[in-house]
C-alpha cells in the first residue's frame, strides 16, 4: 500500500514539473488568434472610414482562412495586448492588386506593439513595429512611430546602407533607429517596388505558396524567421508590448495560421 501511494505522489509531482515546463515553453497555453471561422478577437480599421466600419468588405473570413482584399488601407487589430511571445503566422499572396500599387510590389504587414490610438499614423494604423511583408522585403523591420525616442530598435548592421536604410548583419555594429526601416540581410541591393519582384537570395516563396513568419519577442528584443531561416533581429525595442496589427495595403493576401505562444519573461 505504501508503494502505491509513494508511487501516486511521484507521479503527481513529475506531472506537475511537466505542467511547469509546458507552461514556461509557451506550448500548452498557446493562443490560437485565428479561429478558422471568423474575426472573433479583432476589430477591423479602414482608412478614412474607422472603427468596424468595412463595407467593401476587406477583411472577411473565407475557406478557413482570412482574406485581407488590399482594396483599402487599414487594418484588423487584435483586441489584447501582448509581452513575451512567439507569433506564428502563415500566409500567401493572391492575385489581385489595387491602386495606387496596381503594379506595385505586393505590400502588407504584421505591427507589433501597437499603441495608442487607432489611425494615429498617416490616418491608418496605430504607432508600432512592423515585421514588413513586401514582395523581395519580407522581414525587413521598420518603425511605425511617431518620430520621438518612444518607439526605436538597436540591430547589428552591415557597414554599407541600401539607399537610406541598414542592413541586419548579425557580426555588425550597432545601429539605433526611431523611424524609418532595417532591411532584412539578404534583401536585394537592386530591389524595385514592381510586382512578382524576386530577390537572388529571397527566403520568401513565390505567389501562391504559403510563408510561414515567426516573431519571437522575449523582453525588449524581436527575432524574425521566415521558413525557418532568421532574417532579423532588434533589441531595445521601445515599446515592448502592444496589441497585434496586420494591414491591408493594396495587395491581396491570405492567412491561415495566426497563433500566439507565451514565453516566460527573462
Not at 100 to 117: Q, T, Y
Amino acid at each position: 500500500m505504501k508503494k502505491v501511494i509513494l508511487l501516486s505522489l511521484l507521479l503527481i509531482v513529475t506531472s506537475a514539473v511537466f505542467s511547469q515546463s509546458q507552461s514556461k515553453s509557451g506550448i500548452k497555453n498557446k493562443v490560437t488568434l485565428f479561429n478558422g471561422k471568423n474575426l472573433d478577437g479583432w476589430y477591423t480599421f479602414v482608412q478614412n472610414r474607422g472603427r468596424d466600419i468595412d463595407p467593401k468588405k476587406v477583411f472577411t473570413v473565407q475557406d478557413g482562412m482570412i482574406r485581407i482584399s488590399g482594396e483599402e488601407w487599414g487594418g484588423i487589430t487584435s483586441n489584447e495586448e501582448f509581452e513575451n511571445y512567439r507569433l506564428i503566422v502563415e500566409f500567401k499572396w493572391g492575385g489581385k492588386t489595387f491602386a495606387p500599387r496596381l503594379k506595385n510590389a505586393r505590400d502588407s504587414g504584421i505591427l507589433l506593439h501597437s499603441v495608442g490610438e487607432d489611425g494615429a499614423s498617416d490616418g491608418i494604423w496605430m504607432h508600432s513595429i512592423e515585421c514588413q511583408l513586401i514582395e523581395g522585403g519580407t522581414g525587413d523591420f521598420i518603425v511605425v512611430g511617431d518620430g520621438s525616442k518612444n518607439f526605436s530598435i538597436t540591430s547589428p548592421v552591415a557597414p554599407e546602407k541600401q539607399g537610406s536604410s541598414y542592413i541586419f548583419q548579425p557580426d555588425g555594429e550597432l545601429a539605433t533607429i526611431n523611424g524609418g526601416r532595417i532591411n532584412w540581410y539578404g534583401r536585394d541591393p537592386n530591389w524595385k517596388d514592381v510586382i512578382d519582384f524576386r530577390g537572388a537570395q529571397d527566403v520568401e516563396k513565390p505567389v501562391g505558396e504559403w510563408n510561414k513568419v515567426e516573431c519571437i519577442v522575449e523582453g525588449n528584443e524581436i527575432t524574425i524567421y521566415l521558413n525557418g531561416i532568421l532574417v532579423n533581429h532588434a533589441s531595445n525595442v521601445k515599446p515592448s508590448r502592444g496589441r497585434i496589427q496586420i494591414q491591408s495595403e493594396g495587395a491581396e493576401i491570405f492567412f491561415r495560421k495566426v497563433e500566439l505562444r507565451p514565453l516566460a519573461k527573462k
